[in-house]
């Protein structure tokens, strides 16, 4: 059996603190998506309405990942259009 | 008459992409969806930008136009239209970022922080807050050992200690990524209602002491 290291363990501990009785999946998470992006982008807390897209982002390294890339593109389109 | 790209409705998004499709609407998307992904993946990727975003924004589009009557109309139907684009190409992107890497190697590869006082240790934090810390790691150290399956332990090592995208976890565990999704949740739920008895500390309680260090 492989040894954890304190990182990875701390890490957990953050994971399983965190957890709530109801999450989303990434097919959920990613269903809602455009709308938080949408609030985000106008500044007007995204986490408020959408906290359950929150709590799987902040968790979800390939979501989260594509959350980061959609504001990226959504904000180029708009630099471009000016 | 067309309608400018900055003026154009949900509704006429859709209508134009709903079959018989307007050729230079399609075309109209085809150009947003590909300065969102150059914007996206400039800084991401390192190489040939123009080929590939062609090829997924092509993928993209078809996912749209097989899809547009999904569309819910709660966002700007190009930010829904984005968000596929983006979606297409991270998929791709993973898949081939760690189709030729083992989950096994992943999880017994040290990530380079093993404990070290120096590195870990918040000079901020007081002595029984780390002693604190400490014992909770060991608790959970054992009660992953003690309450988890090993594919529970193996796809939760993989997805912390590795980094890796549930979605390429699930792959390589020949299972899809909602299903390993609800396995680690159940886990995570079962983790949580025991570490609160062992350690004496509520949810928020843990939280509290590990961000603040």
């Given amino acids: 059996m492989s040894t954890i290291s304190k990182a990875t363990l701390k890490k957990m501990v953050m994971a399983i603190a965190a957890t709530r009785i109801e999450e989303y999946d990434c097919d959920l998470c990613l269903e809602k998506l455009e709308m938080f992006v949408e609030l985000d982008l106008l500044d007007e807390n995204p986490e408020k309405s959408y906290p359950l897209v929150k709590n799987h982002l902040d968790s979800c390294v390939g979501c989260s990942e594509e959350y980061g890339a959609l504001l990226d593109a959504l904000r180029g389109i708009e630099a471009s259009a000016a | 008459m067309s309608t400018q790209v900055a003026q154009r409705s949900n509704e006429e998004w859709v209508s134009d992409l709903s079959d018989p499709i307007v050729d230079q609407t399609l075309e109209e998307l085809r150009a947003i969806l590909l300065r969102g992904l150059r ?175």
């Fill in chain 2, 39 to 213: 914007a996206a993946l400039s800084s991401r990727i390192d190489y040939d930008l123009e080929a590939i975003t062609e090829d997924f924004a092509q993928d993209a589009l078809l996912k749209i136009l097989k899809n547009v009557d999904t569309f819910r109309g709660e966002s700007r139907f190009t930010t829904w239209a984005q968000k596929i684009a983006i979606h297409v190409a991270f998929s791709e992107l993973r898949r081939r970022r760690w189709k030729d890497i083992s989950l096994q190697t992943l999880i017994e590869t040290p990530d380079g922080d093993e404990f070290t006082p120096k590195i870990l240790t918040d000079p901020h934090q007081s002595p029984e807050d780390e002693a604190t810390q400490n014992d909770i790691m060991l608790i959970v150290e054992r009660l992953v050992d003690e309450e988890l399956t090993e594919r529970q332990r193996t796809a939760m090592l993989a997805m912390l200690q590795g980094d890796i995208p549930i979605s390429e976890i699930a792959e390589k565990m020949d299972t899809n990524a909602n299903a390993l999704y609800k396995l680690l949740h159940d886990a995570r739920k079962r983790l949580q209602s025991r570490l609160e008895e062992q350690a004496g500390l509520s949810a928020s309680e843990l939280l509290a002491l590990f961000d603040a260090s």
